[in-house]
């Protein structure tokens, strides 16, 4: 079976340029999960959906940060404009509703670097 | 205070050897925890949950402590394989389903 998906794998981009993360989550889970990660802050929750819907947005760090989850197969994350402190590594993960305990499936990441 | 404290490290030890992570957390409501591993340049995965009453998979052994909201990982019999970052995890609430992380510990097996 697939794992979460997640595009593009590394990204480079100028200040001020927007950047979209896509992320597929696997199959059949109902939660999806943005994180993010860097060596100062460690790995920080951005915002998750449950059923395509955001329910916890506390971790977007401003308003230059937008995510979406258009149905159940596909999320974006969005940054206008980007900045070189956006730098980081993005993991999506998702996970499946009705368990006891919530493990998450972690995408592989996409690796921004903004100059 | 961080929610989540774990000592970074890197624990250096001989294949072999027996090593114990500890992480502490703040919030007593605290819920679910777990320990999740993360190799150099990958994303985390689940190693294993953490019961009250301890729990033991292998040659990993986790601990938890209520009373001093305190969560331990042991491993016996270090691999090479082993070298990674074990990251400490908590849900606060079940309704919610928001993990936090610890900054995680790096270990670093030796031949």
């Known amino acids: 079976d697939a794992g979460v998906i997640q595009s593009p794998r590394h990204e480079v981009t100028e200040m001020g340029q927007e950047v979209t993360l896509r992320c597929k989550p696997i199959s059949g889970h109902d939660y999806l999960f943005w994180y993010r990660q860097t060596m100062m802050r460690g790995l920080e929750l951005l915002i998750y959906f449950n059923n395509n819907v955001p329910i916890d947005d506390s971790g977007m760090p401003e308003d230059r940060f937008s995510a979406k989850m258009p149905n159940a197969s596909f999320s974006t994350l969005k940054i206008q404009p980007s900045e070189p402190r956006d730098s980081a590594v993005y993991f999506c993960?998702?996970?499946?509703?009705?368990?006891?305990?919530?493990?998450?499936?972690f995408g592989p990441g996409t690796r921004l670097t903004v100059l | 205070r961080k929610e989540v404290e774990q000592d970074p490290g890197p624990f250096n030890v001989p294949e072999g050897a027996t090593v114990a992570f500890n992480c502490t957390y703040s919030?007593?409501?605290?819920?679910?925890f777990f320990w999740y591993r993360q190799d150099c340049r990958k994303e985390p995965k689940l190693l294993m949950s953490?019961?009250?009453s301890g729990n033991e998979d292998g040659r990993f052994t986790a601990q938890l402590n209520r009373a001093s909201q305190y969560i331990s990982l042991l491993i016996r019999d270090s691999k090479l394989s082993d070298s990674a970052t074990y990251l400490c995890v908590v849900n606060v609430d079940t309704g919610r389903r928001a993990l936090t992380f610890g900054s995680g510990t790096r270990l670093q097996v030796q031949p």
């Open positions: 919030n007593s409501a605290s819920q679910s």
């Open positions: 993960a998702s996970s499946p509703s009705g368990t006891t305990y919530n493990e998450q499936f």
């Open positions: 953490v019961y009250s």
